[in-house]
C-alpha cells in the first residue's frame, strides 16, 4: 500500500528543507513546529498545519521528526500530545535527529506496544544535502518497514542504507561523527605541521589529498580553514552535542575511543574563544593555538 | 638539454619497479644496490650495473635514491663513495626515500657547494603506485630544476606537485602520514564502537564513506581490517619509522601534534604483538585490544 | 547557638561510619535510608529512625546526605517527602556525596527560598577515612554557616577547608578525582615501562617515590597493583562515575583537559574486562593491556 | 680496598655541587670540563685539574660523570682521550647523567672488555639536592661494585637503591620522569578547571594536596605555578630531552605510553612560547593556553 501522506515534525536548518522536498515530491504534508512561526513558507507551499504532534501522527501514515536531541524526541514521540497519541496501528515513525541509540531503541519499544513501527534514520550531509535530496540515511529498523517508507526517503536523500535494527541507524551516525572528528584532527595536524615549518598548507593539501591520505574534510573543509572561512557547513557546538552522544555511547558499551576523546577537548578549546557557531574546520585552530 | 641517462640508487621495493619504469620509458639506467643480487633483474632488463653510488653519479645526468632512512641518504649522498664524489657540476640528484626534512637540506646545501643540484621527491602509493607509475611525489628544490627533471619522474608517477624549497618535499610527505594516520585511527574507533554496539562495521563503512567522513583509508583499508586480511600495504614498522620523523620535525618546530603522538603510541601496541610486518589497517586491532 | 540534633540520609559504605562517629561524638542522630534494612545498627548504636528525608529534616538542625549521584541529591533534597518538606527555617544541609556543581548550587538556591542554608561538602579518604573521621571535606558555601556546622563536620573529618562559596566544595572534590586519575596513570605508565625493560617495579616505586615524582598513589596504590591485589580501595564504576562529572564540568566551563579523557578512556578499558568493582590501581592493567 | 681518588667529569649545574660534595667529604678529586673556565672553582677548593677524561681517570679509582646526553657520556667514556683509555684495571666509572638505557648497556660492555666496572646512576633532587648531597641516586650495575662505591655515592645523596643490572638506573630515571610529568598535568588540569569555575587553585591545592591525589608537585611546584612563579627548578627543554629519552625507550620496548607521548607534546606548546627555560611547572599554562 502506498504512502501518501506524510507528517513533519521539526522544521529547523534540516527539517524544512527535507519536508519541501516531501511536497515536491507530491506527498501530502502535515507539519508541526514548536515555534510555529516556521511553519508558514512549508503551508504556503501547500502542507497543512496541525496543532500538537499527536495530530501530525493522526493525519499520517508515515510521521517523520527531525529535532535537536534525545529529550526532543522523547517528548514529541512519547509525551503529552505526541506522536503515540494520535499514530494509528501500522503507521510508520521515522525519527531523522541525531540522538543516543538507547533512546532510539526504548522509543521504537514504546511505540510497538500500539503496533506502530519506528525507523531511525539519522542523516548526513547538512543543509546543502537537505535542500539537494541528497542526504546520506543510516536506517535502523525492520527491512519491510523500509521498503514500505522507502519512496518516502528517497524523496529526501540519496544513499539509503539499512544498517541494522532500530538504534543500529543512530549508532552508525555516531561512527561517522568519529570518523568526520578524527579526519579533522588529521587535517589540523598536518597544516599546522606544514606552516610551522614554513610550507604552504595548500600545496600540502593538493597533494595529499591525491593519495592514501586523502579524506573528504582534507578535500572539502580543510581549504575553508586555511583560507580563514570558518562558516559553517556544520557548527562545533552541534559537533560537540554529537561527540558526547559518540562518548556516552562508548561509556556504556565500555569501548575506549581515546582518539575522539581528544577531539572533543580540542573542540572545546574552539567553544572557550565563543566560537561554537562556527563551523567544523575551526578545529585546525585549535591546533595552532597549542602550537603558538 | 633534454635527460638520457639516469642513475639509480636503491633496489628496494620501491626501487626496483621504479627504476624499472625508467627502463621502460627509454633512459639509460645504471643501477647499484648495498646487497647486489638485487642488481640482476634490473641488468637483465637493460640497465648497467655500478660499483658505487659515486659511479652511478658519474654516468648520469640524473642520480635518483630510494633508501630506508636519513643515515642511509647521508651516506649514499655524501658519505665515501658517495654521489658527491662522482656526480658532474650542472647535474641533479633527487631522493625518493622519506627523510627527515632537516637532513633533505643539508645534503642538499653541500651538493650545492659541488653545484650538483638537489630535489627532495618522497613517493605516496606504495608498491601498486610504484609497479603502475602512479606515485604521488612531493618536491622540494628549485623549480627550474624541477622542470629540467620533470620527464624524469613522469616515467615514475602521475601527481607531481612541487610543494616549496629543499625540505618541503619531506615535510609534505610527513603531513601525508600524519592523515593517513589519524584516518586510520577514524576507521579504528568507529569500527570498534560498531561492534561493541552489535551492529555490523561492513554496513557502517558502507553509508559512512559516502559522506562527509569518508576517506581513502576507510573505503580501502578499513574493509580489510574488518574481513582480518591484515597483509600490506604499508606495514606498521615503515609506518612507526615515519611517524617518528613526523615527532622529531614537530619537536624541531614545536608543533604539538597530541593525535599523531596517540597514534603512534597505539601502533606500538600491534607492535608489542610481533605485528611489525602487519599492513596499517591493524591500527583496528589495537583500539579492539583496549576494549577487550 | 549549638548544634545538637543532626539528621543522616544515606547510610553506604561511606554514610554509615559517617553516621556512627556522630553519635559518638555525642549529636543526636535522626536516620533515613533508601532501603531501611541498613538503619539497624544506627538504630541499635542509639539514632532515631525517620520515615522520610522529610522527617529526618524535621528532627534536626542540621540535616547531611551522602547519597550516589546528583538526581539522588535532588530527590531527597528537594523531591516528594525531601529535606525541603520538612526542614525548619534557619536549619543547614549539608551534601557529602559527589555531584555537579550546577546541582549543588541550584539545590542551595532552592532552599535558601525557604530560609534553609546549604553547604555542598564533598569528601575524600574512602571508607578508612570515613571510619576514621579522619576525612578531608572541601567545603563551598557561606564561612559563617560553616563556623556553625564545623564542630558536625569535625565528628567526621580531619582536614576541613572552605574552598568557597556553593558549588565550589564540588568543582574541588572534582580536581582532586583529576589528580587521582592522573596519578594513577603516572604510575601505570612506570610500572609498565619498568616490566618491559625487564626491571622489578618494586625497586623503581621505592626510588621514585621517595623525590620528587613521588604521590600518594605511587607510594599506597601502584605497590597493590604490582603485587596483583586488586581490592577496592576506591572501585573503578566510581572513579567513572566522578570522571564523568569532571567532564561535563569541563564541558560547560569549555576547560579542555585531555589528560583526565584519556584517564577516563583508559578505565573503560577494565570495565570491558567486567573489573569495574576492582580498585582503581586496575589502571596498571590497561596499559599493559596495550603493550601486551 | 677504601676508595680514596674520585675522578670527576663534567662540572655543570649539577655536576659542579657534586663534586664539591666530595672533596667536603674528604675525597682526593680531579675534575675535567669540557669549557676548562667551570674548573677554577673547584681547583680553589682542592681538586687537580686534568687534561681529558682518560687523564682523570688515570688519577682516580672511582672516575664519576655528569654529563648531557647519551653522545656526551659515549664521547667521555670511550672516545678519543675517553675515560676507557686512562682507566686502571679493577677500577670503576660511574654514570650521573641521564641517557638511553641502551647507551648505558653499551658503555658498560665496552668498558668491561678492559676490566673495568661500571654503574649507571643518575640522580633525581635537582641542584638544590646536588648542593645538600641529598639526591636521590637510581643505580644500574653489580651489587659488589655498588657496595665498594657506597661511600662515593653517599657523600652526593641520601636515597641510593640499586635497582638492577647496568641499565636499570637509566630506566627508573626514566620511569620518574613519566611520573613526574604525568603528577604535573594532574595539577595543570585540575588547577584550569578551577580557575574556569570561579574556583581559587590555592585553596583547591591546599585541601587536594592532603588527600589521595596528593604528589610532590601538586605539594611544590602548583603553588609556584599559580604565584606566576616560573623560575627553574628543572627547565622544560631539559625535561622534553628526557621525556624523548622516555619515548625512544617505550619505542624499542613496544611499551605504549599514551599520557606520557601527551605530556611531550604540551612541552612543546610551552617551547613554542620560546619558554623552553622556564621551570616545568610552566605545564599549566600549556592547558591554560587550550582553553583560552
Known amino acids: 500500500m502506498t504512502v501518501k501522506r506524510v507528517g513533519f515534525i521539526g522544521l529547523g536548518i534540516m527539517g524544512a528543507p527535507m519536508a519541501a522536498n516531501l511536497l515536491t515530491a507530491g506527498f501530502e504534508v502535515t507539519v508541526w ?27 499520517a501514515e508515515v510521521t517523520i521528526s527531525c529535532v535537536t536531541n534525545s529529550g526532543d524526541v522523547e517528548e514529541v514521540a512519547l509525551g503529552p500530545g505526541g506522536v503515540i497519541e494520535g499514530a ?16 532510539a531503541r526504548k522509543v521504537a519499544e514504546a511505540l510497538a506496544q500500539r503496533n506502530i513501527s519506528m525507523l531511525d534514520a539519522p542523516v548526513s550531509g547538512g543543509d546543502i544535502g537537505a535542500k539537494a535530496g541528497t542526504l546520506a540515511i543510516m536506517v535502523g529498523g525492520d527491512p519491510k518497514t523500509l521498503e514500505r517508507c522507502l519512496p518516502v526517503l528517497e524523496a529526501m536523500g540519496k544513499v539509503i542504507v539499512r544498517v541494522g535494527p532500530n538504534g543500529a ?7 561517522n561523527q568519529i570518523a568526520g572528528g578524527l579526519n579533522l584532527l588529521a587535517a589540523a595536524e598536518a597544516i599546522n605541521l606544514c606552516r610551522k615549518s614554513g610550507v604552504d598548507p595548500a600545496r600540502m593539501l593538493e597533494v595529499v589529498s591525491a593519495g592514501a591520505a586523502g579524506s573528504w574534510m582534507l578535500s572539502n573543509l580543510a581549504p575553508r580553514a586555511i583560507n580563514g572561512d570558518y562558516a559553517p557547513g556544520f557548527m562545533v557546538d ?30 572545546q578549546a574552539i567553544q572557550a574563544e565563543g566560537r561554537g557557531t562556527d563551523g567544523t574546520q575551526a578545529l585546525v585552530d585549535a591546533i595552532a593555538k597549542l602550537g603558538r
Do not use: W
Not at 43 to 50: P, S, Y
Not at 88 to 103: F, G
Open 88 to 103: 494509528h496501528p501500522n503507521s510508520v515513525y521515522i525519527d531523522c535527529s541525531t540522538i543516543a541509540p538507547d533512546v
Open 169 to 175: 541507524g543512530q549508532v552508525v551516525k555516531l561512527c
Open 33 to 59: 513546529n514548536r515555534s510555529p512561526s516556521r511553519t508558514a513558507p512549508l503551508v504556503a507551499a501547500g502542507a497543512a498545519q496541525a496543532g500538537s504532534p499527536a495530530e501530525v501522527a493522526a493525519a
Open 238 to 267: 552541534l559537533m560537540q552535542k554529537d561527540l558526547r552522544l559518540v562518548l556516552d555511547a562508548a561509556h556504556e558499551t565500555h569501548t575506549p575511543l581515546p582518539g575522539t576523546a581528544l577531539v572533543s577537548q580540542l573542540f
